[in-house]
């Protein structure tokens, strides 16, 4: 693997048959595994015609099925959740998995789906943000007692804690000014989106160290990543097709896919990645679509030894 660069992979999770394929994740969280890859992730999303499996079911399961992969989600729409519920959960996967939990937060773009979930999205950056203090009071306190907007405790206790100490980290995602502002103020790194571009993100890069500066936070221990949608195929015009095909089912935006992912052949994706790590990515999170398993071996064996260190 190259020096300087982590490379990650994203867990397959979404089934465009709509058919699931329990062996074909295992084999493939094993092969990450074997190949040296940093990290295994995890996307969220609930609603939507695509099959797409819960991304908090999947991590656990993504953790009996290996022993030395790093697990994050980019990024759990955790306003959307109980915050007691979810505290829960991952502290039992950061258990399970020996310590390997990164969790990867976010508010998301959609407030129109708030009223599904039975909430409304009023307040709902004030509502995220409690949220995430009280999940890091139950991962750190023996009893805790808070008393806010949106949830009150009184005395309650939340066993076990999670390995990781203080707690697993916690790495934002977001765009907006103010989403960066919150990732520097209270996260332990940061996600770029998929769906952004390059450009994009190199923009949201900057955002973040001037942040960074402001706060007196040392940027070496902010770590930054992006996911990147990503086809290895020497038919760039195939390689297009198939993204757009997918982005069509997943995001509704076919057109989206040549605008933000990296594609065609090794030259090419070597190329892109290497305009992501210029814009500041420390992890790149690639993101195969379509024959995950053998895009896998071929990122593996001709792009990540090649990226810049």
Not at 91 to 113: E, F, K, M, W, Y
Not at 216 to 230: E, L, M, Q, S
Not at 252 to 274: F, H, N, T
């Amino acid at each position: 693997m190259s020096p300087g660069v982590e490379p990650a992979i994203a867990i397959p999770q979404t089934f465009v048959s709509g058919r699931v394929e329990p062996a074909r994740i295992r084999d493939f969280l094993a092969r990450a595994e074997a190949l040296g890859f940093h990290s295994a992730w995890v996307v969220e999303q609930i609603l939507g015609r695509m099959a797409s499996l819960e991304p908090v079911a999947l991590l656990a399961h993504a953790a009996a099925h290996t022993t030395r992969l790093r697990l994050g989600s980019a990024v759990l729409l955790t306003a959307l959740r109980s915050p007691i519920h979810l505290a829960k959960m991952l502290a039992t996967i950061d258990q399970l998995s020996g310590g390997r939990l990164i969790v990867g937060v976010g508010l998301g773009g959609n407030p129109g789906v708030y009223p599904a979930f039975g909430l409304t999205a009023h307040r709902r950056a004030a509502r995220f943000t409690e949220g995430l203090r009280v999940m890091k009071a139950l991962w750190t306190e023996p009893t805790v007692t808070f008393a806010g907007e949106f949830f009150r405790l009184d005395g309650i206790s939340m066993e076990p804690k999670p390995v990781q100490r203080p707690h697993p980290p916690l790495w934002f995602g977001g765009h907006h000014p103010n989403a960066l502002r919150r990732a520097v103020a209270l996260g332990d790194g940061f996600i770029g989106a998929g769906s952004a571009s390059t450009a994009a993100f190199a923009e949201q890069v900057k955002t973040l160290r001037r942040a960074l500066g402001e706060a007196g936070r040392d940027p070496a221990t902010f770590p930054i990543g992006k996911r990147v949608y990503i086809a290895l195929d020497a038919d760039r015009r195939r390689a297009g097709t198939r993204l757009a095909e997918w982005f069509g089912a997943f995001y509704g935006k076919p057109e989206l896919a040549a605008q933000v992912s990296v594609w065609g052949d090794a030259a090419a994706c070597i190329d892109g990645l290497a305009e992501v790590v210029a814009a500041g990515a420390r992890l790149l999170l690639l993101n195969p679509v379509f024959d995950e398993a053998d895009q896998l071996e071929r990122l593996a064996t001709t792009v990540v030894p090649k990226l810049p260190a």
